[in-house]
């Protein structure tokens, strides 16, 4: 069993632009100069964290094998922005400008933020943001208010965002979802969404590389992950980075961050909101491609795209009746999703 901790997150939505739809991409997010640092601190951090997960015994610090993330937080008692002390966290305070606002909201304290490195045809597992040591230690889902995906190379299989909550923690609602927000990486994209959404990345989606894609960034989905919060996660999953650890990693540098804050780079650049384009999901079966995607629990949902015509862009889907549909159980004997599935009071087709 479980439970889902739900807020009325719906100002904080429409602050970030989210109210009409939930999802919505932003190009040229960062200044180039500033763009250049947080890639080398996100190889950083990224290249830290493995190395540290490397020497931990099986499973790691948190339970069910969960990664840590990080705690910044935004504001002074005074409601001031706190002086960033490396690349990253002055991208995080430039990132919520743009996201939520140029002050203090009322239900966003700080950021939950993480770093991936991927590689091209990897799968990201389809699940739901959330305070991770609640989840492990409570079974209680607490979402944040909104999610964020930047992504720091053009490379790898796309976010794929259902319309789909759950209010349980076991089931979602809807059971099949009718619509989507598919965003491609791109270098200095910025993808933003209501922080309850199921959502994931299906490796298989990722377009052929061209060019000088090939290459770039070691050919690898580079991406820094920021999640908006009325309160911080719960330790341990959930750490500020002390002043100790960055300058360990030889990222501190606060002096050189207040210079760049202020530089005329920065003070005038402006990240564009992108017109999300609807993709056409054609209504003739021939031109269109069923693709699955397992969620968590064992269940799958099939969902139709365009056989061709995909591009590296951010598009709204709406599927037809008969273009999403599920959920189906892959049964694995094996695991503890048999009990579950009968313990569910819900009525069950064996096939």
Known sequence: GGAAIIEDQTSTWEMAGLGDYFARAIEDILPPSLLERVVDEVLLFEKSEREARAKEVEGGHYMHGKGGTFWRPLFNS?????????????????????????????RVSGGEWWVQRRDEREDIGFHHDKDESLASNKMTMKFPEV????????????????????????????????????????????????????????GHLALPLTGSSVNLRGGKRITLLINWWN????GPNCNKVDTKRAKSLGVYDKEGMAALMASPEVQGHRPTAVATERLHVPTARAERERHAVKLAG??????????????????????????SFGYVCHLDLRSGVVGALF???????LV
């Not at 922005?81 to 990253?88: D, G, M, T, V």
């Not at 966290?89 to 002050?103: S, V």
């Not at 309160?231 to 719960?234: I, V």
């Not at 064992?298 to 709406?318: C, H, Q, R, Y």
Request: charged letters at 20%.
């Open 147 to 202: 999610s964020t995906v930047t992504y720091l190379s053009p490379i790898g299989g796309p976010t794929l965002i259902f319309n789909q909550t759950t209010l349980d923690g076991n089931s979602e609602t809807p059971a099949v979802p009718s619509r989507g927000f598919l965003s491609y990486p791109y270098h200095n994209r910025h993808m933003i969404f209501r922080g309850n959404l199921q959502h994931g990345v299906p």
């Open 298 to 323: 064992f269940d799958i949902v099939w969902f139709d795209l365009p056989k061709s015509g995909l591009t590296p862009n951010a598009w709204t889907i709406e599927w037809g009746y008969d273009q």
């Open 343 to 349: 313990r569910e009071p819900k009525p069950k087709v």
């Open 78 to 106: 005074q409601g001031e922005f706190l002086k960033p002390r490396f690349a990253i966290e002055a991208a995080i305070q430039l990132i919520y400008q743009t996201d939520i606002g140029k002050y203090k909201h009322d």
């Open 231 to 234: 309160d911080k996660p719960l």
